[in-house]
Each structure stands twice: as C-alpha cells, then as structure tokens.
C-alpha cells in the first residue's frame, strides 16, 4: 500500500490508502482545468481572499486536531506541530490579505503611448510536497497560488496521507469549488502522467534532490516552468564576538527542532578557534538534555525520527563519516528501548573534505561541528557545500553580520538567529538547493503571466 499512515513513536500502521486509477485521475484533472476555466480565474481578488481566510480561521479553530495529525504520521513534537499549524494559517491569512498589492498592474514609463504590465493566473499547477512539514509546505505553495487566481493539484508525501487529506477538507470546507485544490494519492508514474499533461502549466516540488531532478526534467521535457525547494546543509557560524549564549542557544534548537528534518536546519556548525571550546562545552551540555518519549506528550523533547527507513539513513551515514575519519564526540546510535525510530543526538567532528559527509545533509539530530581560524575561513567552509539553502551567522557587529552574510551563496542568511519561516518572507535556494522562491512578492510572482499591454 503506497500511501499510509505508520505512528513514527510505535512504529504500528494506522491506515492505509489506495491510489487513484488513471480514469479518476483523469477525471480530477478535468474538474481542475474547468474550475480554472470557469470559475476561480475569474473570482475577485475578496472571493478568493474570503475562502482563504476562512480556511485559516477553520484552521486555528480546530489547531488540536489539525496537530495531532502531524505527530501522528510524522512523529513531530506537539508542540511544535501546533506551531505549524499556526504559521500556516498564518500564511493562509498573509496572502489573502496581500495577494492583491502584489499582483496590482504596474504601470511603465514608454516614451510614447501607454504601456503597463498586469499579472495573470496560467493555470492549473501540481505540487509534490514533502511530509517534514506537511501543512506548512502546502500552505507555502497553495495560498500565494490560489489567490494568483491558479488552481493547485498536490501530490503529498506518501507517509502523511491524513494531513493531505485534512487540507483538501479543509479547502472544501472553507468553500473553495470543487477543483480549486485537488489531493491527488497518485504513484510516480502517475506523477509523470500529470507532469506530461498538457493542462498542467507549471510544477513545483519541495524535496530531496533525486526526487527534484526527476521532477525538473520532467517539467522541462514539456516545456513547463518547475520551482525547487531541495535539500540543504546550512551552515551556523560563530564568530569572536558572537554572544555565546544565545549562539548555543540556536544552534541546538537550529539543529534539532523537528527531530533535524528541516531543510534549514543547522547542519554545519562552524565556530573561530577562539570560541570554539567554550562553545563546544556548552553545546554538548545541551545536547544531551534530550530527553526521547512519546511526542504527544507535553514532556517529551526528543521526538523520533519520521520512520525507521530514515534512521537507517542516518546510522549509515554517520558509520561512513566515522569511516572514513569522522570522530563521534557524542551520540551516534539509535535509542535502545523504545519502539520508534529514536536517534542519539550526536555531535560528529574532524571531518575533512574528503570524508563523503562532509558533502551530505545529514536529516535528523546529528551536528557536524567544525573548527576555523577566523572569518574568513568560516565563510570558505561555509560556501564548500554542494547546496545553497540558508545559513546563519552570529555577531555582536551588525555590520559585520551583513558583511559576512552577503559572501555566503546560499538564498537565505539569518543574523544572529537560526533559520526562520515567515509568511513575509521569501523562501529558497541556490545551487542543489533548487531555484526558484516560495512565499513573499517573490514566491507568488512565479507563476503568474506579466502580461505587458501597451496602448500605441
Ligand atoms: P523526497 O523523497 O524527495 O520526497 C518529497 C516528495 O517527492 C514526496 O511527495 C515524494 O513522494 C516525492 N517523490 C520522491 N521521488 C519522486 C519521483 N521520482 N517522482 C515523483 N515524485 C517523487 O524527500 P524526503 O527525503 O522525503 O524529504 C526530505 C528532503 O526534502 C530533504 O532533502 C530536505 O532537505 C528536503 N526539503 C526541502 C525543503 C525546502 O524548502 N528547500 C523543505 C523541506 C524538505 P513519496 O512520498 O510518495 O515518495
């Protein structure tokens, strides 16, 4: 069974979900393309706002069960479940309210006559999301889109089939029409089918690489315009003067919130020789204060891993990081005793670069600690990384932060914070972190038509 429900915390299938046949496919592709058509293309900017803010009001109302589904399929605390649910309503709201500012005709100074470029919708789009946050990536891709006047077709992770289809109600039950978002439980070769379709104009995938890859050249083979939103290993430096405190402070909640299966998470923590002990010593500390159990407890602050496949991954990525040089300052193994995939914290140093992980993201609690001489040093370490997501950098100067931040080729780079997701802000990367932007002016200009008029 391709899409199905499995309790990270027990490891116990909870329920199981059939794909789609190709004439019902077929068929939820066509109420797509006439919704385009017929309907939502030619809503207002506030019949569209009233679904939208109607879906995030629905959503806050009912934030318990929406968070309890996520813990459930993907193990993430609750806590930090209901936090998603939170920030993607908000999204919901962002731009409902704000859509129609970003997408206003702009009017061009042409020598002669008049000229002006206005945004239009293209069409019907297909998402294939992931499950690490699995209302939060389809909000990102979703709201901006929807109220661009698109309509959206999604592909969720097969692991998380009851968040994908809590959002589809919750669309329906906000009273989008019928084909204005479409949960579609569809194999790969299906994906490819959808991809081929002629009434599909643009695709958008947030994933691994392989998955991108397959997807873009997909897209491309159709002439078809994608976004990707790929895997990163961002990298958390800490300079001389960075305050100390707070920079442990975010490296460990940088690195560990949701299990370490973020893209932005704090991957490689790179700190100056003249900090780098202390620092240590202190992140270590906290490290170890993890303590693993059930993450529908409030208590619980090690939540495990979103299946036993990717704690696999990961245990075999370490063992070849210690192959071939890597030293284990902490962690390093499963949590024996309880049933769900449970990995140790783990610190892993003196990786050098030609140990394969130091290329790698590493999806779960495991921090690559590096030392560096100062500055300089810190942002070649830093941009000698096969991807370009995020980054952080920690500073009592500001200036020097935005020095520093701007010499890193990454799309995003925090300041004295770890990675943030805000609906305000763009999202995205360079290099094998994909290309592209979600959210923001940036995200929501992707798939819309800048049709220029000019009045001669
Ligand atoms: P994944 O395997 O690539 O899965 C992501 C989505 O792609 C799922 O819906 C998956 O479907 C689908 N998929 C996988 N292979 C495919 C193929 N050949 N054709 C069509 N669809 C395919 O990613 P993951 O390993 O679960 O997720 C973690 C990765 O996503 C990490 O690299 C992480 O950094 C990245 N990520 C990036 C961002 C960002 O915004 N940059 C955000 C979150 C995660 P199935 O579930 O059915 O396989």
Redesign the pocket.
């Known amino acids: 069974m391709?899409?199905q429900s499995t309790n990270p915390y027990d490891g116990k299938v909870v329920k199981t979900f059939d794909e789609i046949n190709d004439r019902q496919l077929g068929e939820k592709l066509t109420a797509a393309t006439d919704c385009f058509d017929n309907v939502w293309r030619h809503q207002t900017f506030a019949e569209r706002r009233a679904v939208l803010a109607r879906a995030a009001a629905l959503m806050r109302d009912r934030s318990q069960e929406f968070a309890e589904l996520i813990t459930l399929e993907m193990g993430k605390l609750i806590a930090q479940s209901l936090g998603e649910v939170a920030l993607s309503a908000a999204i919901l709201d962002y731009y409902a309210e704000h859509a129609e500012a970003f997408l206003a005709p702009e009017k061009l100074t042409t020598p002669r006559g008049e000229a002006m470029v206005e945004s239009s919708p293209v069409g019907v789009l297909f998402g294939?999301?992931?499950?690490?946050?699995p209302y939060y990536?389809v909000a990102?891709f979703a709201a901006p889109n929807l109220m661009a006047g698109n309509v959206v077709m999604v592909?969720?992770?097969?692991?998380v089939p009851q968040c994908a289809l809590a959002f589809e109600r919750l669309m329906e039950e906000a009273g989008a029409p019928v084909g204005a978002y479409t949960n579609l439980f569809i194999s790969?070769d299906q994906?490819?089918q959808v991809i081929a379709d002629p009434r599909i104009r643009g695709v958008a995938?947030?994933?691994?690489?392989?998955?991108?890859a397959?997807?873009a050249a997909?897209a491309g083979k159709g002439l078809k315009k994608s976004t990707l939103?790929?895997?990163?290993s961002d990298a958390f430096i800490v300079l001389d003067d960075a305050d100390l405190d707070k920079a442990v402070k975010h490296a460990v909640s940088g690195r560990m919130g949701n299990s370490g299966?973020?893209?932005?998470a704090s991957k490689r923590i790179i700190v100056v020789e003249a900090l780098a002990e202390r620092f240590l010593q202190k992140f270590q500390a906290a490290m170890e204060g993890f303590k693993p159990g059930d993450p529908m407890d409030k208590q619980t602050t090690l939540a495990p891993l979103?299946s036993e496949q990717?704690l696999k991954t990961l245990l075999g990525q370490v063992d070849d990081a210690v192959c071939h040089g890597a030293r284990v300052l902490m962690g390093g193994k499963r949590i024996a005793g309880l049933a769900g995939a449970f990995m140790q914290p783990t610190i892993l140093a003196d990786l050098s670069s030609a140990n394969p992980a130091y290329r790698q993201?590493f999806?779960g609690p495991v921090a690559l600690f590096f030392r560096v001489a100062d500055e300089s040093a810190a942002v070649k370490l830093a941009n000698d990384s096969p991807f370009g997501?995020g980054g952080s950098v920690f500073t009592q100067d500001i200036e020097r932060g935005k020095r520093v931040a701007r010499q890193i080729d990454t799309g995003m780079v925090f300041i004295n914070s770890g990675a943030v997701s805000s609906p305000e802000l763009p999202?995205?990367?360079v290099k094998n972190?994909?290309y592209g932007r979600?959210l923001s002016g940036a995200g929501i200009q992707e798939f819309v038509n800048k049709k220029l008029i000019r009045v001669n």
Do not use: D, I, M
């Not at 592909?155 to 692991?159: G, P």
């Not at 939103?229 to 990163?232: A, D, S």
């Open positions: 391709a899409y294939v999301e992931p499950w690490n946050y990536q990102r592909k969720h992770a097969s692991n790969k994906v490819a995938l947030t994933g691994s690489e392989a998955a991108g397959v997807v997909q939103e790929l895997g990163g299966q973020a893209c932005t979103s990717a993201e999806f997501l999202f995205g990367g972190s994909g979600e």
